[in-house]
C-alpha cells in the first residue's frame, strides 16, 4: 500500500480539502497508516476529507474496516468524509 496526501482545493468550496490517495493493496498490516492520516486530519484545520481508492488493486475486510472507523472519527469530531472508488473494482464489490 502506498498513500499520497496533501490539501487541494474544490472550485466550488471556500476552504482547502485534504486528500488521501491509497494505491495497491490495502489489507491487513497496512491500514494503521490510514488510521495515522485520519488523526492528522482530526488535529488539522480541514473541513472535508476525501480517501481516493480508485488505485487500490487488492482490499480486505480490514482496510474496509478502516475505512468505516475514519468516518466514525471524522464525523465525531465535526469532519466530512468523502469516499472516492470507482465501479466495478475490488472495493465496490465490500
Known amino acids: 500500500m502506498n498513500i499520497v496526501s496533501g490539501p487541494f482545493k474544490v472550485a466550488d468550496q ?3 480539502c485534504y486528500k488521501i490517495k491509497i494505491t ?3 489489507t491487513g498490516n497496512s491500514v494503521t ?3 495515522d492520516e485520519i488523526d ?3 488535529s488539522s484545520d480541514y473541513d472535508t476529507v476525501y480517501i481516493d ?6 482490499a480486505d475486510l ?3 474496516n478502516e ?3 475514519a468516518h466514525y472519527t471524522l464525523e465525531k469530531n465535526s469532519r466530512k468524509l468523502v469516499f472516492v472508488y470507482e465501479k466495478g ?3 465496490e464489490d465490500w
Open 40 to 42: 492528522t486530519c482530526v
Open 53 to 58: 481508492v480508485k488505485e487500490v488493486t487488492e
Open 67 to 69: 475505512v468505516i472507523n
Open 33 to 35: 497508516a490510514l488510521r
Open 24 to 26: 495497491g493493496h490495502f
Open 89 to 91: 473494482t475490488t472495493i
Open 14 to 16: 471556500e476552504k482547502e
Open 62 to 64: 480490514s482496510g474496509i
